[in-house]
């Protein structure tokens, strides 16, 4: 018999499940959620911690109201996305990762959104928005900004 | 209802048939991702209300992409009676035109694209009242051939019915009732699929090495994690195929005597893990999943996981490691996860599109696969034809086409008459090819002796206006942030050939920069832990094997040929042009442009990030970049 007895491993994919869940309810990962799941699923709450912060998804700050997502893929960055960033991060006042001072927007690249085929694109909260140029830029911030009243 | 035998299968094909080809007027608008992101849900709504106020009696619905991106949103109209008509670039006010015509009974000519022909009932004579070409007769399509997206755009993706109607679970009720695993596994085998992930290894040779392992349980994992920028092909088939994942999964799943099986899918597509997960609930339903499917005796289930933004888990052994942990690192292979795999169990682990693909090769059988495409490269590819190209869209071809039969054929050459420069395929791991080279037969090995790799099927086409050596600068930031950490060469190795190339875009590379870059590459590609690293320093190989020239440019006459690195050009306005309609004053972020109404304007050098935003703006093309 082992000295130290140890816990089964969760289920496949139940500690990134559990993140995602915790994620999608506060928008970020607070710390006693993550000490309330660490007891739940039986893990070191090093490997939480080590795998929020391994992958992109997660935050521990908390975020605006709305997520702008930029996409940097190869086709959105051959076909200017970048200068979409540079309008937002000029337009917000903040910079990828950031969230603006009244909450609304936390600014975000990503990698590829995989609708390269309408490049540059952007994705504000679950919405995409394809062939997209600069000067389209502040309708979109607009029309999320007029959900909030 | 619950699914025992073939004779179940009808009953769900006969609805399917009854949705798929009703005898009332049905429209399908195409509401993949891509469809979504150019207004598809507005023109979909658009539909809906005015067919409601004019009581025009409709089938409305929302099925994925039929792979011609270019003119999305697509709206498919069926009215029994008459062709079968496409239109593109469907916008809501055109959708409520649509509808009072079509109330009218009649089909209008604007916006039509082609006319779908049906597998059933192919209505007679097949001539198009208006002239138009059938679907399969565009340059687009002429030379694809559809078998992994064979119903993508085509069926709802939500509706199994459909799926089966279209063929769907006849292989698997035929593999579980009439095939032993090692007969499912001989017919992969002799179809030559290779896996579509990448790296091409035999799909039948992997599976064989993983029921002949001992070790129980064993897995099947789906690898949904397309990770490589400007790769879209895996979301498209999970979204709008849905099932065809997981019908050949679950083959795999027999063939190796797997009871369990993951799907894992990226975080960054929502849709496809909401379909996907939809599509594996309905199945369970039906008993297509669970306890001895088709009352063979064979039990199995799938269990969904969804990434969290890391690249780094498309590689098999790091995507493994994610769904035993949470944390997604590579480990030293072999053992190959066909032996030793999830938590060190025998595992299979397929792409997507391969196993979109074993459904129809055991329907079809191997021979009628290996027939397709040349010898050694049987079967049909994906392609993203994405970037600078004026047809961009998903593309399945037999192998052995050329780059130019894609680009120039298929893809219509470049985005706004431009030339050409090269073509990128394979993502980060793969390499830039130029456009001289573009007789080549698209195989995994020639691509792999050109210098770049097949992958899992991005291929970005880039122009004169494209710097080579801001391309490879570009994938070397991708990697550095991506690099996992765990191995050294790929840690320190990237982050360092992304200093060198960063120094040359600045204009402060020196010629020996050029003989560093290139050492510092091909000790990472040497001495790497796993495919990100081994690949990662393909992008800058390849670029100085072919586009040395670019680099000499940047780094002895400090010059970029391109015109896109920053130090090295500056924006100026040209004042017998400029009209001084002060839109380049609007939008440019850094605020350098100054000027009157109606005068010319003029950019002030300090200021000036060099964006260009304005010389995309300029309606009457009075910036100059100076290079």
Same mark, same amino acid.
């Given at each position: 018999?082992?000295?130290?007895?140890?816990?089964?491993?969760?289920?496949?994919?139940?500690?990134?499940?559990?993140?995602?869940?915790?994620?999608?309810?506060?928008? %970020?990962?607070?710390?006693?959620?993550?000490?309330?799941?660490?007891?739940?699923?039986?893990?070191?709450?090093?490997?939480?911690?080590?795998?929020?912060?391994?992958?992109?998804?997660?935050?521990?700050?908390?975020?605006?109201?709305?997520?702008?997502?930029?996409?940097?893929?190869?086709?959105?960055?051959?076909?200017?996305?970048?200068?979409?960033?540079?309008?937002?991060?000029?337009?917000?006042?903040?910079?990828?990762?950031?969230?603006?001072?009244?909450?609304?927007?936390?600014?975000?690249?990503?990698?590829?959104?995989?609708?390269?085929?309408?490049?540059?694109?952007?994705?504000?909260?679950?919405?995409? %928005?394809?062939?997209?140029?600069?000067?389209?830029?502040?309708?979109?911030?607009?029309?999320?900004?007029?959900?909030?009243? | 209802?619950?699914?025992?035998?073939?004779?179940?299968?009808?009953?769900?094909?006969?609805?399917?048939?009854?949705?798929?080809?009703?005898?009332?007027? *049905?429209?399908?608008?195409?509401?993949?991702?891509?469809?979504?992101?150019?207004?598809?849900?507005?023109?979909?709504?658009?539909?809906?209300?005015?067919?409601?106020?004019?009581?025009?009696?409709?089938?409305?619905?929302?099925?994925?992409?039929?792979?011609?991106?270019?003119?999305?949103?697509?709206?498919?109209?069926?009215?029994?009676?008459?062709?079968?008509?496409?239109?593109?670039?469907?916008?809501?006010?055109?959708?409520?035109?649509?509808?009072?015509?079509?109330?009218?009974?009649?089909?209008?000519?604007?916006?039509?694209?082609?006319?779908?022909?049906?597998?059933?009932?192919?209505?007679?004579?097949?001539?198009?009242?208006?002239?138009?070409?059938?679907?399969?007769?565009?340059?687009?399509?002429?030379?694809?051939?559809?078998?992994?997206?064979?119903?993508?755009?085509?069926?709802?993706?939500?509706?199994?019915?459909?799926?089966?109607?279209?063929?769907?679970?006849?292989?698997?009720?035929?593999?579980?009732?009439?095939?032993?695993?090692?007969?499912?596994?001989?017919?992969?085998?002799?179809?030559?699929?290779?896996?579509?992930?990448?790296?091409?290894?035999?799909?039948?040779? *992997?599976?064989?090495?993983?029921?002949?392992?001992?070790?129980?349980?064993?897995?099947?994992?789906?690898?949904?994690?397309?990770?490589?920028?400007?790769?879209?092909?895996?979301?498209?088939?999970?979204?709008?195929?849905?099932?065809?994942?997981?019908?050949?999964?679950?083959?795999?799943?027999?063939?190796?005597?797997?009871?369990?099986?993951?799907?894992?899918?990226?975080?960054?597509?929502?849709?496809?893990?909401?379909?996907?997960?939809?599509?594996?609930?309905?199945?369970?339903?039906?008993?297509?999943?669970?306890?001895?499917?088709?009352?063979?005796?064979?039990?199995?289930?799938?269990?969904?996981?969804?990434?969290?933004?890391?690249?780094?888990?498309?590689?098999?052994?790091?995507?493994?490691?994610?769904?035993?942990?949470?944390?997604?690192?590579?480990?030293?292979?072999?053992?190959?996860?066909?032996?030793?795999?999830?938590?060190?169990?025998?595992?299979?682990?397929?792409?997507?599109?391969?196993?979109?693909?074993?459904?129809?090769?055991?329907?079809?059988?191997?021979?009628?696969?290996?027939?397709?495409?040349?010898?050694?490269?049987?079967?049909?590819?994906?392609?993203?034809?994405?970037?600078?190209?004026?047809?961009?869209?998903?593309?399945?071809?037999?192998?052995?086409?050329?780059?130019?039969?894609?680009?120039?054929?298929?893809?219509?050459?470049?985005?706004?008459?431009?030339?050409?420069?090269?073509?990128?395929?394979?993502?980060?791991?793969?390499?830039?090819?130029?456009?001289?080279?573009?007789?080549?037969?698209?195989?995994?090995?020639?691509?792999?002796?050109?210098?770049?790799?097949?992958?899992?099927?991005?291929?970005?086409?880039?122009?004169?206006?494209?710097?080579?050596?801001?391309?490879?600068?570009?994938?070397?930031?991708?990697?550095?942030?991506?690099?996992?950490?765990?191995?050294?060469?790929?840690?320190?190795?990237?982050?360092?050939?992304?200093?060198?190339?960063?120094?040359?875009?600045?204009?402060?590379?020196?010629?020996?920069?050029?003989?560093?870059?290139?050492?510092?590459?091909?000790?990472?590609?040497?001495?790497?832990?796993?495919?990100?690293?081994?690949?990662?320093?393909?992008?800058?190989?390849?670029?100085?094997?072919?586009?040395?020239?670019?680099?000499?440019?940047?780094?002895?006459?400090?010059?970029?040929?391109?015109?896109?690195?920053?130090?090295?050009?500056?924006?100026?306005?040209?004042?017998?042009?400029?009209?001084?309609?002060?839109?380049?004053?609007?939008?440019?972020?850094?605020?350098?442009?100054?000027?009157?109404?109606?005068?010319?304007?003029?950019?002030?050098?300090?200021?000036?990030?060099?964006?260009?935003?304005?010389?995309?703006?300029?309606?009457?093309?009075?910036?100059?970049?100076? *290079?």
């Amino acid at each position: 018999m082992p000295l130290i007895a140890q816990p089964p491993p969760p289920a496949g994919g139940a500690l990134l499940a559990k993140l995602h869940a915790i994620n999608a309810e506060h928008g %970020y990962l607070p710390e006693e959620e993550l000490r309330h799941a660490a007891d739940e699923l039986n893990v070191p709450l090093s490997q939480l911690y080590s795998a929020a912060t391994f992958y992109a998804a997660f935050s521990f700050k908390p975020r605006g109201r709305h997520t702008i997502h930029v996409c940097l893929g190869t086709a959105c960055y051959i076909r200017g996305g970048e200068k979409l960033l540079e309008k937002l991060e000029t337009t917000l006042g903040v910079k990828p990762g950031e969230t603006t001072d009244d909450r609304a927007f936390t600014l975000e690249t990503v990698h590829c959104l995989g609708s390269c085929s309408m490049s540059p694109v952007i994705r504000v909260n679950g919405d995409t %928005y394809g062939r997209l140029k600069a000067d389209r830029l502040p309708r979109i911030l607009k029309k999320y900004r007029g959900q909030e009243t | 209802m619950k699914v025992h035998s073939r004779s179940d299968l009808e009953t769900l094909r006969a609805d399917g048939l009854s949705t798929l080809y009703p005898s009332r007027l *049905k429209i399908s608008v195409g509401m993949a991702t891509c469809g979504l992101a150019t207004g598809a849900a507005a023109v979909y709504d658009a539909l809906r209300d005015e067919a409601a106020a004019r009581g025009l009696d409709l089938m409305l619905i929302a099925t994925g992409c039929l792979g011609y991106c270019q003119q999305e949103p697509l709206v498919d109209v069926r009215m029994p009676g008459r062709d079968r008509v496409l239109y593109a670039r469907m916008t809501a006010d055109r959708a409520r035109e649509l509808i009072a015509d079509l109330a009218r009974g009649e089909l209008p000519a604007e916006g039509a694209l082609a006319v779908i022909p049906e597998e059933k009932e192919p209505p007679a004579g097949l001539e198009p009242a208006g002239g138009l070409p059938l679907l399969n007769e565009l340059p687009f399509y002429a030379r694809q051939r559809k078998i992994i997206l064979r119903n993508c755009g085509l069926i709802d993706p939500t509706r199994v019915e459909e799926y089966v109607a279209r063929g769907g679970y006849q292989a698997l009720a035929h593999v579980l009732l009439d095939l032993t695993p090692q007969e499912t596994i001989d017919e992969v085998l002799g179809s030559g699929l290779r896996g579509r992930g990448g790296a091409g290894f035999p799909t039948g040779r *992997k599976w064989q090495i993983c029921h002949d392992a001992p070790g129980q349980p064993k897995y099947v994992i789906c690898n949904g994690d397309e990770g490589d920028p400007g790769a879209y092909m895996d979301r498209t088939v999970l979204e709008s195929d849905p099932y065809s994942v997981i019908e050949g999964l679950t083959i795999a799943g027999y063939a190796i005597g797997a009871r369990q099986g993951y799907i894992y899918v990226r975080d960054e597509y929502p849709l496809a893990v909401e379909r996907v997960t939809q599509a594996v609930a309905r199945a369970e339903e039906l008993g297509l999943l669970g306890d001895s499917i088709f009352d063979s005796g064979f039990d199995f289930s799938i269990t969904i996981v969804r990434g969290a933004g890391a690249f780094v888990c498309g590689e098999e052994t790091a995507l493994i490691s994610s769904i035993e942990g949470g944390l997604g690192e590579p480990r030293p292979r072999p053992p190959f996860p066909a032996t030793s795999g999830l938590w060190g169990k025998p595992t299979v682990i397929n792409n997507v599109k391969t196993l979109a693909t074993v459904p129809v090769i055991i329907s079809e059988g191997a021979d009628w696969y290996a027939a397709i495409g040349t010898e050694n490269n049987a079967g049909t590819v994906v392609f993203s034809l994405v970037g600078k190209v004026a047809n961009t869209g998903l593309v399945e071809v037999p192998l052995g086409l050329t780059l130019r039969d894609m680009i120039e054929g298929i893809g219509g050459g470049g985005l706004n008459g431009k030339a050409v420069k090269a073509v990128q395929t394979g993502g980060p791991s793969g390499g830039c090819l130029p456009a001289r080279l573009f007789d080549l037969p698209i195989s995994y090995e020639t691509l792999t002796q050109a210098g770049s790799i097949m992958g899992s099927g991005g291929m970005v086409v880039m122009d004169e206006d494209t710097c080579m050596v801001d391309v490879a600068r570009y994938f070397l930031g991708f990697t550095m942030a991506e690099s996992c950490g765990k191995c050294t060469p790929c840690r320190e190795g990237t982050r360092y050939m992304h200093e060198i190339l960063t120094r040359i875009v600045e204009g402060k590379g020196t010629p020996e920069d050029l003989d560093l870059l290139e050492e510092v590459a091909r000790w990472v590609k040497t001495a790497s832990l796993c495919g990100l690293g081994q690949t990662a320093p393909n992008p800058v190989l390849s670029t100085l094997r072919y586009f040395r020239d670019e680099y000499e440019a940047h780094v002895v006459e400090k010059r970029c040929p391109a015109g896109v690195c920053r130090a090295l050009i500056r924006l100026v306005i040209q004042p017998d042009l400029c009209t001084g309609c002060g839109l380049c004053k609007r939008e440019c972020p850094a605020g350098a442009i100054s000027g009157e109404k109606k005068k010319p304007h003029v950019i002030d050098p300090e200021l000036c990030t060099r964006c260009r935003m304005c010389y995309d703006v300029c309606p009457v093309g009075a910036i100059e970049i100076v *290079k």
